[in-house]
């Protein structure tokens, strides 16, 4: 199974002590006082997030990541957090390690419409019409072909494209299941997978990649966000969603649970995830 833009080895752990007192010692102390250090032990989140808000105090003065950084911590070289693509076996088609972040919402769209404000949360309030507008985007910036023909309301895919795109609800359960024979992707135990049942007076979305992965190494299949896939029902009325949230039951989070939503609907329970064609 090949994975893109790989996370690196957790072998920096006892390495980081000394290159974070490098990167630290290069800040001004106005610099300084604008990022929060993170403390040890340091997990593959907390470094990650540490450096996307390092690369923002840093880019203001024409700063880039040393090689050494480049190489050794886990943060892809187009700078996107936690932008990855996982190969399905035996299938086509390649899918997202994690939902679609805050932080390569925004880089590519140029704002960030979430309710749960969060670079390493998953992208939330946003429509199924916004979901397929940013794939096109993302393609574009990648030189890849579009996808999606769009005119207005009406959307046209052209699967045997490379651009990005939204699974179709085949790819997507496929993808969760994973090849195993659980009730939620990963396991039959919620909790070690999904972030779900929270009020939804106090509960919010989460950091990706917190919980246990399924098998195909994907994170967050069930919880955090309903999951926009291409599928329509109602006869072309509405369209398909996955996965429940993190204000949904239990019962919404299994695998063969099949929802759909009003396609101009946004809410801060509803988020996405990539899809590729392999050709």
Not at 113 to 137: A, T
Not at 141 to 164: M, Q, R
Not at 227 to 243: H, L, M, N, P, V
């Amino acid at each position: 199974m090949k994975e893109y833009y790989i996370i690196g080895s957790a072998k920096f752990q006892g390495e980081w002590e000394e290159k974070f007192t490098k990167l630290w010692s290069e800040l001004t102390v106005k610099e300084q006082r604008s990022l929060i250090p993170i403390q040890p032990p340091y997990t593959e989140e907390s470094v990650v997030e540490f450096l996307a808000e390092l690369r923002k105090v840093k880019e203001r003065r024409g700063w880039s990541f040393p090689s050494f950084i480049q190489r050794q911590i886990p943060f892809p070289t187009s700078g996107v957090l936690y932008w990855k693509m996982v190969e399905m076996p035996g299938k086509n088609y390649s899918i997202g390690k994690y939902p679609v972040t805050q932080d390569l919402w925004e880089r590519v769209m140029g704002d960030n419409p979430s309710h749960f404000k969060g670079s390493s949360r998953p992208v939330e309030q946003v429509s199924w019409f916004d979901c397929v507008d940013f794939c096109n985007k993302l393609s574009e910036k990648e030189g890849l072909e579009k996808a999606y023909t769009i005119n207005g309301k009406e959307v046209e895919c052209t699967f045997s494209s490379e651009g990005y795109r939204l699974p179709t609800e085949e790819e997507w359960v496929f993808a969760a299941k994973a090849n195993q024979d659980f009730e939620y992707s990963g396991s039959d135990n919620i909790d070690e997978v999904a972030w779900y049942g929270e009020d939804r007076e106090t509960g919010s979305t989460h950091g990706v990649g917190q919980k246990k992965a399924n098998g195909f190494g994907l994170y967050d299949m069930s919880g955090n966000v309903w999951e926009w896939c291409w599928a329509w029902f109602e006869k072309g009325r509405d369209r398909g969603g996955r996965g429940g949230s993190w204000s949904g039951d239990a019962r919404v989070a299994r695998l063969s649970g099949r929802y759909w939503f009003f396609p101009s609907l946004r809410r801060n329970y509803r988020g996405f995830r990539l899809s590729r064609t392999i050709p």
